[in-house]
């Protein structure tokens, strides 16, 4: 996963490097998929997105997490002049995993906004649509 820092000038130009260092220290600060759901072989998380104001066309996302990977399931928000934005799955991830569901899905809204240079603050409001989907190891027969 890489976090890109937007560089485009101007008086968000700190608020951006912020942001985008905030989301490291997170991925940082997560544990391993292998330490906090050790029956967890592969989980995936597929999105799309729907942009309801028209602003920017996003591609489809596909996450495969492994064991050794981060259980880390936040996304940026792919506008990247989106402030305070992005798609927070950890509830629903975790929610899934310790029920043992095999798949989940739904939609999510980004928070953030965006801040024009000559007009009032945009709401955000990219639309997620996500499922995921859980492999698990077979139980251990011993
Ligand atoms: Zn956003």
Redesign the pocket.
Known sequence: MRFSTPDRGGRNTDTFKRQSEQWRHAYAQAGTMGELFPKVEELLIASTFVDPISLGHYSPRQHIIFPAAKAFFAFA???TL??H??FRLEEVVIKALKAGKVSASGTLE?????EPPESQPVP???RMDYRIDVRYAPSKKR
């Open positions: 928000c792919p506008r989106c402030l934005g992005g980004c928070p953030g906004h965006m955000c409001s990219l």
